[in-house]
């Protein structure tokens, strides 16, 4: 996977994960694909959640690949802040961190040192991601529901979600995506088309409702 592809990937993620701060519940259009239960609890999911303006919390990324003999797991940090966007710090066996903006996105190297998205397509990609991921903090899930076919299990404290991509595009790339939560998004497993897994758990999730100046610096300057 190339490094394009590894930040799309990555960027994807990113907007599922921004789950966590719908700011209303969320419904179904009528012309996707959930039915009426799975609708309602969507719903009751995103308004339990709608209760903080950011959240922070640690996680475990662990990547089963099919070239690989053992899976490769990295540690780090999130940030999801509504009105800024999205901090990512990978902080072993690497450091790297991610910031993403509805501008697009900013990588930040272990020297510190700040890089855009290359290319003006990866650029666009990036940008609509990043849109789309704070349309989601938003609360307005339509997006989703017009990527893929989704369906949820549980309760609003302890529930299931699964997510089948619709569109080809999406489907040449993604098997598909689940994930757990209650308060707070649990844990993410994504299947990808060629049979790799990589799989998130999320842990020490803690509301946030000011950024720190380290994380105002990370930033920058507001879009």
């Not at 609509?128 to 991921?133: R, S």
């Not at 100046?213 to 507001?222: I, S, V």
């Amino acid at each position: 996977m190339g490094a394009l592809k590894r930040c799309a990937a990555m960027a994807a993620v990113l907007a599922l994960q921004s789950m966590w701060l719908p700011a209303r519940a969320a419904t179904a259009p009528a012309n996707v694909s959930a039915n009426a239960g799975d609708a309602a609890l969507v719903s009751q999911i995103a308004s339990r959640l709608a209760r903080a303006n950011g959240v922070r919390a640690h996680f475990t990324q662990t990547q089963t690949l099919a070239a690989m003999k053992a899976p490769l797991v990295s540690t780090g940090s999130l940030l999801f802040f509504r009105e800024r966007g999205v901090i990512w710090q990978v902080e072993t066996p690497y450091k790297k961190t991610w910031i993403m903006r509805d501008s697009g996105v900013t990588v930040i190297d272990a020297a510190g040192l700040r890089s855009q998205n290359a290319g003006a397509q990866g650029a666009r990609g990036a940008a609509e991601i990043a849109k789309m991921m704070r349309a989601m903090l938003g609360g307005d899930l339509s997006g989703l529901y017009s990527q893929f076919d989704v369906a949820a299990r549980g309760t609003p404290s302890q529930w299931q979600m699964r997510l089948v991509p619709r569109q080809p595009q999406i489907a040449q790339a993604l098997r598909g995506i689940e994930m757990e939560g209650g308060d707070f998004l649990q844990s993410l497993r994504i299947t990808f088309a060629n049979g790799d897994v990589t799989q998130y758990d999320f842990s020490g999730s803690a509301q946030v409702s000011e950024l720190t100046p380290a994380d105002q610096k990370l930033f920058g300057t507001p879009q």
